[in-house]
C-alpha cells in the first residue's frame, strides 16, 4: 500500500548557509537599533535558498535514520529490513511512501511525526495531477482531472473528439489560409500535452509531431 503525508511549514525547518539579511519587521523594530538589519539563520518563505535548505534537512534526517538515498532520483530514499524495502519519495512539502510491510509504513510515520510536524492523508490518490486508484490486483494511474483543465483552459470543452489516428505519412503543413495564432498560447498547450504523455504514452507520436511547429 502507498500512503502521502504533507509537511507543514516545511521550508521554515531549514537552516541556510548563505549570509542573509533581513530588515526588521514592522512592530518588532529595535528601538535601540532602528536602523539595522537582521541576520537570518533559519530559511524563510520566499528565499532562494529555502527549498534546498529544506531539502538538505529532511535528507540528513532520513540518511541518519538508516535510509539510502536514490543514486539517480536524488529525491528517492530507500530503507531496506529484514527482505523488506521501504520507498520514500520526496516532492517539496509532499511524501509518498510505501511498502508491503505496514509496519515499516507506520514506523516511517511515527519517525516523520517526530520531527515535523505532519498531515497524515491517507492512502494515495492524487498527486501532481495524477488520480491514483489502489487495488489488489495492481495500482492503477490516470489524469482525467489533468485532462478536463486543460480543456477548459484553453476553451475545448465544447468540442467534440475524434477517433481517427493521424496520419503517420502525411506530413503536417502550415495553412496559408489560416489565422494565426499566439505563438505563446501553442507552446503552453503543447507543454500540457507532454505533461499528459506521462501517463499517455499513446500520444506520444502525436504531439511530437506537432511539437516542430512551435
Not at 525547518?13 to 530588515?23: A, F, K, L, N, Q
Not at 534537512?57 to 535510509?67: I, R
Not at 492524487?126 to 489524469?143: C, E, M, R, Y
Request: net charge neutral.
Amino acid at each position: 500500500m502507498v500512503y502521502q503525508m504533507d509537511v507543514k511549514i516545511a521550508f521554515l525547518y531549514g537552516t541556510i548557509e548563505e549570509e542573509v539579511y533581513v530588515c526588521q519587521p514592522p512592530g518588532f523594530e529595535d528601538p535601540d537599533y532602528p536602523d539595522k538589519v537582521n541576520k537570518v539563520v533559519k530559511a524563510l518563505y520566499g528565499l532562494h535558498q529555502a527549498p534546498r535548505a529544506w531539502y538538505e534537512t529532511l535528507a540528513n534526517y532520513l540518511l541518519e535514520n538508516g535510509f539510502q538515498r536514490g543514486k539517480i532520483d536524488q529525491t528517492l530514499f530507500i530503507k531496506r529490513q529484514k527482505g523488506d524495502i521501504l520507498l520514500v519519495q520526496i516532492y517539496v512539502d509532499d511524501i509518498i511512501f510505501g511498502s508491503i510491510n505496514k509496519d515499516l509504513c507506520k514506523a516511517f510515520e511515527k519517525l516523520m511525526k517526530d520531527k515535523f510536524q505532519m498531515s497524515s492523508m491517507g492512502e494515495f490518490t492524487f498527486f501532481l495531477g495524477l488520480q491514483v486508484k489502489q487495488k489488489k490486483d495492481g495500482i492503477f494511474i490516470s489524469q482525467y482531472e489533468y485532462v478536463a483543465k486543460i480543456l477548459r483552459k484553453f476553451g475545448l470543452t465544447d468540442e467534440k473528439s475524434a477517433s481517427t489516428h493521424i496520419d503517420t505519412e502525411k506530413p503536417l503543413l502550415k495553412d496559408p489560409n489560416g489565422k494565426d495564432v499566439d505563438v505563446h498560447t501553442y507552446r503552453s498547450m503543447i507543454g500540457s500535452l507532454m505533461y499528459l504523455t506521462s501517463s499517455r504514452p499513446d500520444i506520444i507520436f502525436a504531439v511530437l509531431h506537432v511539437l516542430v511547429f512551435k
